[in-house]
């Protein structure tokens, strides 16, 4: 059964560039989240995924876009690269959207250098 | 402002000791939990705790989830090198996005 898996793992850009990061969700799960892990802090809800619809959005500007596909699986985009966006980006599946104590599996990460 | 705060941030200890790190709020949760995560990979749950007072057991590792359910503790007997990680908590308010504390960094040495 395989989990969550995330591509690339690793990724160097340019300020001002753009970036896609990529998701696959853990089989028979349909919600994707995604989440900044910075240096030394907590992770961060970015947004979340379901039925190929934002539903929910945390606090982090526009140049932050996301995507999901009729298989479930996610896409971030980020625009306008900053410095500050260098971080650990995590995709967690889910099956439904939150409800009490619903569990998330995260996938690895995508590893963001931002110079 | 934090809204989960944990503590120590830091803490390495030897094999064998036992150790208690806590994430506290002054917000109440709808539900806790705890994850590990490890070098270059994402955080594994280990544990949601959704009563308060409620006391959960995964092996070494005891979980409680405070009475007013703003706080927990996670309890480590006998520390193993193989416990070495971060330690991150992470709560939930009704069905808004989990909240993540800024993590415990653990560090067992042989």
């Known amino acids: 059964d395989a989990g969550v898996t995330q591509s690339p793992t690793h990724l160097i850009k340019t300020r001002g560039q753009q970036v896609t990061l990529r998701c696959s969700p853990k089989?028979?799960?349909?919600?994707v989240s995604w989440y900044q892990q910075a240096l030394g802090q907590g992770p961060q809800f970015i947004f979340q995924?379901?039925?190929?619809?934002?539903?929910q959005r945390g606090n982090f500007p526009d140049r932050f876009s996301g995507h999901q596909f009729p298989n479930y699986s996610s896409e971030l985009n980020v625009n306008a690269l900053l410095l500050g966006d260098s971080a650990l980006y995590l995709c967690?599946?889910?099956?439904?959207?939150?409800?009490?104590?619903?569990?998330?599996?995260f996938g690895p990460g995508t590893r963001l250098t931002v110079t | 402002t934090q809204l989960l705060e944990q503590s120590p941030q830091f803490l390495s200890i030897q094999e064998g000791e036992n150790l208690t790190v806590y994430c506290n709020s002054s917000?109440?949760?709808?539900?806790l939990q705890w994850y590990r995560q490890e070098p270059g990979e994402g955080p594994v749950l280990l544990v949601t705790?959704?009563?308060?007072?409620e006391v959960k057991k995964l092996k070494r590792l005891t979980f409680q989830f405070g009475d007013a359910r703003k706080d927990s503790s996670l309890h480590i007997t006998a520390a193993q090198t193989g416990d070495t990680g971060l330690y991150l908590c992470?709560?939930?308010?009704?069905?808004?996005?989990?909240?993540f504390g800024k993590g415990t960094r653990l560090s067992v040495i042989a």
């Open positions: 995924y379901y039925e190929e619809e934002e539903r």
């Open positions: 089989s028979g799960h349909d919600t």
């Open positions: 992470a709560g939930r308010r009704g069905n808004t996005p989990l909240v």
């Open positions: 967690a599946s889910s099956l439904g959207v939150w409800q009490g104590a619903g569990e998330q599996y």
């Open positions: 917000s109440v949760f709808s539900s």
């Open positions: 705790v959704v009563t308060g007072g």
